[in-house]
């Protein structure tokens, strides 16, 4: 599996702000993954980070609301850019390990963003 | 495409009784299978996966799931429910060579003692 941790764990922001959200692992990973999960729904990819390239974005997302940085491979960060209440999610990063014959996603415990 | 169907928003199941969470899937091609429980103000915990091989599948905390490729089933079920598995269950899907990850809506399970 992985150690993931996040920063911070939730937080309450103005509309108009942008929040960023920090991602850690134990341990050296290639892939790395932005989740949101809105209230009461499932998990949507917002998009893939590997060290040292541009992040790909998944349809409906785009770079300017939701950069990333992925600046080695343990550490990556989501931001949140001039935040709607629309966007008051849980995000969630995951890492992709190799197990049992093909790799698996472990996920982080969540950043829960409510946006006023 | 590839999908993921979770026909129950909950599933109701008293202490000790065994239970089944659905999900059926649609892929394109080989998938695997995954399945991730999350707790409340908690992220999503790996449980299982079916890559090949045995269509029963055993994983943490006494859940197997069982691969049906004809029903493109692969539901999970553990033998005697406890009250601590009470929860927010995903199903997931992808290709193989694939890294992304397609995930249900979610079953919540209630257990009660």
């Known amino acids: 599996s992985a150690v993931i941790s996040q920063k911070p764990s939730r937080d309450i922001c103005q509309r108009g702000t942008s929040l960023t959200i920090q991602c850690q692992v134990d341990?050296?990973?290639?892939?790395m993954f932005w989740y949101r999960q809105q209230p009461g729904q499932s998990l949507t990819l917002i998009a893939t980070?590997?060290?040292?390239?541009?992040?790909?974005?998944e349809s409906g997302f785009v770079i300017d609301k939701f950069p990333i940085s992925r600046p080695n491979l343990t550490f990556s960060t989501l931001t949140v850019s001039n935040m709607s209440p629309e966007d008051s999610s849980i995000y969630l990063c995951?890492?992709?390990?190799?197990?049992?014959?093909?790799?698996?996603?472990?996920f982080g415990p969540g950043t829960r963003l409510t946006v006023l | 495409a590839q999908s993921v169907a979770q026909p129950e928003d909950q599933v109701n199941v008293a202490e000790g009784n065994p239970l089944t969470v659905k999900c059926t899937y649609s892929v394109s091609g080989n998938p695997y299978l995954f399945w991730y429980v999350q707790y409340p103000n908690r992220g999503l915990q790996f449980l299982l996966k079916y890559i090949t091989g045995d269509n029963l599948v055993k994983g943490s905390y006494g859940f197997e799931a069982e691969f049906n490729k004809s029903q493109t089933s692969f539901h999970l079920k553990k033998p005697s429910a406890l009250v601590s598995d009470s929860a927010l269950y995903f199903c997931?899907?992808?290709?193989?060579?694939?890294?992304?990850?397609?995930f249900g809506k979610g079953t919540m399970l209630l257990v009660s003692p």
């Open positions: 980070a590997n060290q040292g390239s541009e992040a790909t974005y």
């Open positions: 341990s050296q990973v290639t892939m």
């Open positions: 995951s890492v992709e390990r190799a197990s049992g014959g093909a790799d698996t996603q472990y």
């Open positions: 997931a899907v992808r290709l193989s060579g694939y890294s992304t990850l397609t």
